[in-house]
């Protein structure tokens, strides 16, 4: 387990703790002021033999200031405090280059040896690797967006416009650290609501048989008298079953054609393309699996943003169950993404090159996603 024990999700849709680390200069909100790295472990050496291999470490980060004293001259230098300007200035770096608004992250390099894998395949134990976490910055609040309103003003332009824009958003997602959404939500409610039944009807009739509704009136709507249960129906009783699992429905052309006029609709075609022009490239290379931290078969408390179709609604109740559950079980991590890397030169340059792939892709993202919600 890696976690601090953390509070329930609740409105502010969870806080997660943040490790010390050094203190840099602020040169913007949206860059980060501290860069983590573990102290006097066997991290350092590798890690900062390997910066150096992939010329992240620079001749002039090894040459000594031109007011250091003598014994800062001859002294040899510190591989973590080396590491810690190495990383600081290459994250920094990519910060400026693809500058965002609401997503605000922060990285850390990490000796999580003793965590245990849950997927089942190679843990990638080398004594030279180590965990490249990216948290949330807790100086920022977890962006939160509802989607019914705009959604529906672009179904109003073409049916199925709204529907093919959030497939977009979530293929997009889909390749960005941990996000709560209306799939995410969807997941959670066939865990927690369904795994035991097919249908509303035979959920209905195991609550009756254990006591945990009075009767069930055949003919009223699917939730009529059924108490708490979270049915199907009442799942999506106010949003369209496509928003949990979106689809591209209409033509680029018949979506450009109806948008003829209309500056908002535009706007968001113009954000859809960007995204599709970045994954599109030949040299995209970045995976599903390359972000976020279930797929290394973990549970997390925190996420780069909340997609919700409106406050308050169903999708906003399976989350908070769901996460209740996992911090009262205590089985979490406390990071939006996280990836073990053997600390090599190739391993390193892939890794470095992934990220920039997906902060670019970050940046076309959170435009389409503030596009396509209203921020709560």
């Known amino acids: 387990m890696v976690g601090t024990g953390g509070k329930p999700f609740g409105a502010a849709m969870m806080a997660t703790c943040a490790a010390g680390g050094l203190a840099l200069p602020v040169l913007s909100t949206s860059i980060p002021r501290q860069m983590y790295i573990p102290g006097e472990t066997g991290l350092t050496a590798p890690l ?3 910066l150096l291999e992939t010329g992240i470490v620079t001749d002039a980060m090894l040459a000594p200031g031109p007011n250091a004293t003598l014994v800062e001259v001859f002294n040899e230098p510190d591989e973590r405090e080396m590491s810690i300007h190495a990383l600081t200035t290459w994250w920094t770096a990519l910060k400026i280059r693809f500058p965002m ?38 100086n920022s609040d977890i962006p ?81 008298g059924t108490g708490d249960l979270m049915t199907r129906a009442r799942f999506y009783e106010d949003m369209p079953k496509w928003v949990t699992a979106p689809q ?5 052309k018949a979506i450009v054609r109806a948008a003829r006029g209309k500056p908002y609709e535009k706007n968001v075609i113009a954000a859809c393309d ?61 990071f939006i993404s996280m990836n073990q890397v053997t600390l090599n030169a190739s391993q390193l340059t892939k890794y470095l090159r992934h990220t920039e792939c997906m902060m670019e892709l970050a940046q076309a993202t959170e435009t389409l996603l503030f596009l396509l919600g209203d921020e709560l």
């Open 144 to 224: 939160r967006v509802s989607l019914a309103r705009r959604a529906r003003q672009l179904e109003d332009c073409l049916e199925g416009f709204g529907q093919t824009a959030l497939a977009v958003l979530q293929d997009a997602l889909n390749h960005l650290p941990e996000t709560f959404s209306p799939w995410f939500a969807l997941s959670v409610a066939e865990q927690l609501y369904w795994q035991e039944s097919d249908t509303d009807e035979e959920m209905i009739a195991q609550a009756i048989e254990e006591g945990r509704i009075e009767n069930f009136v055949t003919g009223l709507p699917a939730d009529a």
């Open 48 to 50: 900062a033999l390997a």
């Open 248 to 252: 591209r429905v209409v033509s680029r």
């Open 101 to 138: 608004q609401r997503f605000n992250w922060d990285l850390h390099v990490q000796d999580l040896s003793n965590i245990e894998d849950h997927t089942g395949g190679d843990r990638n134990d080398h004594l030279s690797a180590g965990w490249f976490c990216l948290t949330r910055n807790q």
């Open 274 to 334: 960007k995204i599709i022009e970045i994954v599109s490239r030949p040299g995209f290379s970045l995976n599903s699996w390359d972000c976020g931290v279930q797929a290394h078969g973990h549970y997390n408390i925190d996420a780069c943003a909340c997609v919700l179709w409106s406050e308050g609604d169903t999708l906003t109740t399976a989350i908070d169950e769901w996460l209740d559950d996992v911090g009262n079980a205590g089985e979490y991590v406390d």
